[in-house]
T-cell receptor, first 108, second 118 residues
């Protein structure tokens, strides 16, 4: 069993739908990243959070430290949101442990 | 936001040659830089961690003599793939961590370098 599990692995939705991607982890962490990787390969850090909730535009990330669970939500999804979303937890001082990613496709 | 650049973005080379990839933090000082490798449809795998001015720490299974890492300054790290072979073909991503304005310690990723060894 991976230390960081994401679900679903693949998600296809229609434009405008509300999207939720989940991340569960089994190790102690100091913080958690949500990353976005587009088909070209470049990775963008969307959020880094260690408690509570953060919002940026149509993106919302929440984390529950007690339950070792985080969610990434996308409101009013758009085809340009199509990408791979990766959850990564920070163990110790700096080591990142990555989930396997969720491939999101938003159809027009 | 802070930016991390990589150069080149892609490279094709012949088997046996060496390839150098640069990673720069453009508007912050990166106390730590990380090098990752990603094979198609797989997650990132950490290869090594480097702190400015000291030797890199390699992950288990990564040959330090094959993947030479130099972190000479707080804004530049290089990864040299020596005597590259087709099995080294991959997507190499660097990441830089540093303290930004406001005192937050954050980590940013470069756009990646696609290496193809013929």
């Amino acid at each position: 069993k991976n230390e960081v599990e994401q679900s679903p692995q693949n998600l296809t939705a229609q434009e405008g739908e509300f999207i939720t991607i989940n991340c569960s982890y089994s190790v102690g962490i100091s913080a958690l990243h949500w990353l976005q990787q587009h088909p070209g390969g470049g990775i963008v850090s969307l959020f880094m959070l260690s408690s509570g909730k953060k919002k940026h535009g149509r993106l919302i990330a929440t984390i529950n430290i007690q339950e070792k669970h985080s969610s990434l939500h996308i409101t009013a999804s758009h085809p340009r949101d199509s990408a791979v979303y990766i959850c990564a937890v920070i163990q110790g001082a700096q080591k990142l442990v990555f989930g396997q990613g969720t491939r999101l496709t938003i159809n027009p | 936001g802070a930016v991390v650049s990589q150069h080149p973005s892609w490279v094709i080379c012949k088997s046996g040659t060496s390839v150098k990839i640069e990673c720069r933090s453009l508007d912050f000082q990166a106390t730590t830089m990380f090098w990752y490798r990603q094979f198609p449809k797989q997650s990132l795998m950490l290869m090594a961690t480097s702190n400015e001015g000291s030797k890199a720490t390699y992950e288990q299974g990564v040959e330090k003599d094959k993947f030479l890492i130099n972190h000479a300054s707080l804004t530049l790290s290089t990864l040299t793939v020596t005597s590259a072979h087709p099995e080294d073909s991959s997507f190499y991503i660097c990441s830089a961590r540093g303290v930004l304005a406001g005192g937050y310690n954050e980590q940013f990723f470069g756009p990646g370098t696609r290496l193809t060894v013929l």
